[in-house]
């Protein structure tokens, strides 16, 4: 029988569910759990816990929640585990969780990937004159973290060590995935296709429920969300595998769910660059492969590039976001004004103080579309809630708005209650510069109780240009009438700093033509303008009936560096879904698609 290797991915983020791991650990044969905590988010909340305390960095829930109280069970199944929990500080991590190890009585070897901190390296960089990658900006003065990328290579060292558990610091999320596949196959490091296989299938569930439903478009046919299934894949040597769930969980593995998360974060999909290799997905096919189950298979690889992503937080003032509830007659009109007053008087006093204005301001009405811009309804609420998100280099300036946001609900407009559970805290920006530096900058490491490994980075090969795959023709539908978006598409948005992606996937293949027609660059960027200061690009996924849209400079910024409350472009599929694509009337006519009027 051919070899499957099971991997279970038991998180997408630092705070995700705990109900994930018990789960995993009943699902027959599984061999793996993996867990992804750092999102570019969350290097910037651990800069801020270690600027605090040079003790944390990590990701502490990883230890105490998902490890602690399953640490027998891992055990007794003989499961291995990866996890980039380390964060800032995966030594202080490994640390921890021995500790537990120990008082169970255990024998559970930890292995810790070191070598992504770049601190030590700053001067190197600015020599180099490193740029970010978005604004061209030179490296700051003041530095928080610098961590590069690292690949696969030191956690299949590590498991080749004997490590029952590998805790890395930053790497790219795949790793997690891609360093058991290359151990337990036993795959070389030139094997392209199969190195790109396996990086999809660790970017499939590298975002836990994201494979199995959560987030689908068609989420009323996802089912049992108390108790939704974490992935599981089973892979193949090949490099195809099988996306599942454990047996009686809630969720949905189908298709187009799981070609909603190929889509997920992603730039030219026949670029898609990792430290390892360079990922082709514009031929991947998915199908049904029994109830619950979907086959993924069809990547191609080539050599990646001599340099490494390198992630650099840094300081850049404070912020603070209240909201408050308001009610009643008029209620968007009278927040309006509640946050008009609330401005006026704080720069009054702030002036007053002898403080600067405010570096930037945003008023958001939630309730009231407010991220839809000019494709919000207008219709008439009665309730909003009023979030005046403002920055300042000094927090003292901040004070005067997080004492006086409680005033109105007594001195302005009526049905106003002052804040929601206490007064909102004033909190340190973290901002993202990103950038790359050459590979052999960051030297990975592999420590256990057998010492050090140094893992030597790839050598150099030729770069390759992706080979040309023709993408489905446009088609001009004849007698044209308007459709929303949502009734012949699948879509899920994402971010990658300030830039944002909206992956879109034809609900039939002959709805592809027409929407390689209707949704041009040019119609993209004309609907999401209220949100984007920067062009869109258009790339075909032909393999998966597919179009992925990234909109450049759409997200005020990203991450904490972002006054909005969707930073992240969570919601951006959503505000995309509800545009207007011309469809053939006969089109319409056959597949009871509900007309709209331009």
């Known amino acids: 029988m051919p070899r499957t290797v099971r991997i279970g991915g038991a998180s997408g983020f630092w705070g995700d569910s705990q109900i994930a791991v018990p789960q995993l650990l009943k699902v027959p044969g599984l061999d793996y759990l993996v867990f992804d905590y750092l999102a570019e988010t969350t290097m910037s909340i651990l800069s ?4 605090k305390d040079r003790a944390s960095g990590y990701a502490t829930d990883f230890v105490t929640q998902a490890m602690g ?8 199944g003989g499961i291995r585990v990866v996890a980039n929990a380390g964060g800032l500080n995966p030594g202080a991590c490994a640390a921890a969780l021995r500790a537990l190890i120990a008082e169970a009585g255990l024998d559970l070897p930890v292995a810790v990937v070191e070598g992504d901190d770049l601190m030590p390296r700053l001067d190197d960089l600015r020599r180099l004159n490193v740029r970010d990658l978005e604004t061209g900006a030179a490296l700051p003065a003041k530095v928080m973290s610098a961590n590069a990328y690292l690949g696969a290579r030191p956690i299949a060292a590590a498991l080749e060590r004997g490590a ?6 930053r790497c790219v999320d795949s790793a997690i995935v891609v360093g058991p596949l290359v151990h337990e196959f036993g795959w070389s490091w030139t094997d392209w296709d199969r190195l790109a296989s396996g990086t999809l299938a660790g970017h499939v569930i590298e975002c836990g429920a994201q494979a199995t439903g959560g987030l689908f478009t068609d989420w009323k046919r996802v089912v049992g969300w108390d108790d939704i299934g974490y992935p599981v894949i089973e892979c193949a040597e090949d490099g195809s595998f099988v996306v599942t769930k454990p047996a009686g969980t809630g969720g949905l593995v189908e298709p187009a769910a799981v070609a909603e998360q190929i889509l997920y974060e992603i730039g030219d999909p026949a670029s898609y660059a990792m430290p390892d290799v360079v990922c082709d997905l514009r031929r991947v096919t998915v199908e049904a492969n029994g109830p619950e189950r979907v086959r993924v298979a069809g990547a191609r690889g080539r050599p990646p590039s001599d340099r490494l992503k390198v992630s650099v937080t840094v300081a850049d003032g404070y912020q603070l976001d209240p909201m408050l509830a308001i009610r009643g007659f008029d209620a968007v009109e009278k927040a309006e004004k509640t946050a008009e007053a609330l401005l006026r008087r704080t720069r009054r006093q702030m002036s007053e103080a002898g403080f600067a204005d405010y570096a930037a301001t945003l008023v958001e009405f939630l309730g009231a579309e407010a991220l839809y811009g000019p494709h919000g309804r207008g219709d008439a609420t009665r309730e909003v809630v009023l979030r005046l998100a403002v920055r300042h280099a000094d927090r003292r300036a901040l004070e005067f708005l997080r004492r006086e946001v409680t005033s109105p609900g007594t001195s302005m407009g009526p049905g106003t209650r002052g804040h929601f559970s206490g007064r909102t805290d004033i909190r340190p920006v973290v901002r993202l510069f990103s950038c790359f ?20 980075a790839p050598a150099s090969a030729p770069m390759r240009q992706p080979d040309e795959v023709a993408p489905v023709g446009a088609v001009a539908p004849e007698d044209p009438v308007p459709v929303r978006l949502i009734e012949l598409a699948w879509a899920r948005s994402g971010d990658k700093g300030d830039d944002c992606n909206i992956g879109i996937i034809a609900r039939k293949p002959d709805y592809l033509p027409v ?3 209707g949704l041009t660059v040019e119609a993209v960027a004309s609907w999401m303008a209220h949100l984007a200061t920067g062009p869109v690009e258009r790339f075909d996924l032909p393999g998966i009936k597919a ?7 759409a997200l005020g910024g990203g991450g904490m560096a972002s006054l909005r409350s969707d930073p992240l472009g969570k919601s951006f599929a959503q505000i995309l879904l509800e545009m207007p694509v011309p469809v053939p009337s006969a089109l319409m006519r056959r597949d009871g698609l509900q007309s709209l009027s331009m």
Not at 48 to 51: C, F, I, L, S, T
Not at 164 to 169: A, K, L, M, N, Y
């Open 69 to 76: 109280p399953n640490l027998k069970a891992i055990s007794a």
């Open 164 to 169: 029952r558990i590998v805790v890395t610091g």
């Open 547 to 553: 179009l992925n849209f990234v909109i450049r400079r």
């Open 437 to 456: 530096a050459p590979s052999d900058m960051a030297v990975a490491q592999v420590v256990d109780g057998k010492g050090t490994l140094v893992v030597p």
């Open 48 to 51: 801020r816990a270690k600027a």
């Open 515 to 517: 929407l390689r027609h």
